[in-house]
């Protein structure tokens, strides 16, 4: 009696965790709140923007805008951003915006130090999904995330460089 009951028991706990049963169940969002950030290691000064040093992003000083550089040439204001669904499917797309400027202290001559360039999305999605493709200006750029990695880190995706 009891290796039946058993095998019943651990029957029915593998039916629940592989249905998804059990746990807290989370409704589809209806858009993704993203924001990507290109960051430096070390901050970039005025002087790293007009020397030779390759820098991840660029900055206009005026405006505190930015958008991507060298390896990140297609993080700019008009990039296509396209969330597809675990299975290849197209369920949201937008443009990825005006790129934003994180400063830190000044430096020494009192001038602006950037730690990184954020550029923040809402996007619109048109079904559900539990593994999010995020794409930006087409294959280079790609994340898989899974909808609890987004909804903990409150759509935050990072490139870290330099």
């Not at 095998?7 to 969002?29: E, I, K």
């Not at 858009?31 to 070390?42: N, S, V």
């Not at 008009?78 to 675990?86: L, T, W």
């Not at 899974?146 to 409150?154: D, E, F, G, M, P």
Request: proline content about 6%; hydrophobic content about 35%.
């Amino acid at each position: 009696m009891i290796p039946v009951l058993c095998r019943w028991l651990l029957s029915v706990t593998t039916l629940l965790l592989l249905s998804g049963c059990g746990g807290r169940q989370q409704l589809a969002p209806r858009e993704l709140a993203l924001r990507f950030t290109i960051g430096a290691k070390t901050p970039v000064t005025h002087y790293d923007l007009m020397g030779e040093r390759p820098i991840s992003f660029t900055v206009d000083e005026e405006t505190l805008s930015c958008r991507g550089n060298a390896g990140f040439s297609q993080f700019v204001p008009e990039a296509p951003v396209e969330i597809r669904d675990e299975r290849g499917t197209l369920i949201g797309k937008a443009e990825l915006g005006p790129g934003r400027v994180t400063l830190t202290s000044p430096d020494q001559e009192g001038r602006n130090r950037y730690q990184a360039c954020t550029f923040e999305q809402r996007i619109p999605l048109n079904g559900p999904a539990r593994i999010y493709s995020i794409r930006i200006s087409g294959e280079r750029f790609v994340r898989r995330e899974h909808i609890s990695t987004l909804l903990r880190t409150n759509g935050e995706i990072r490139y870290f460089t330099d």
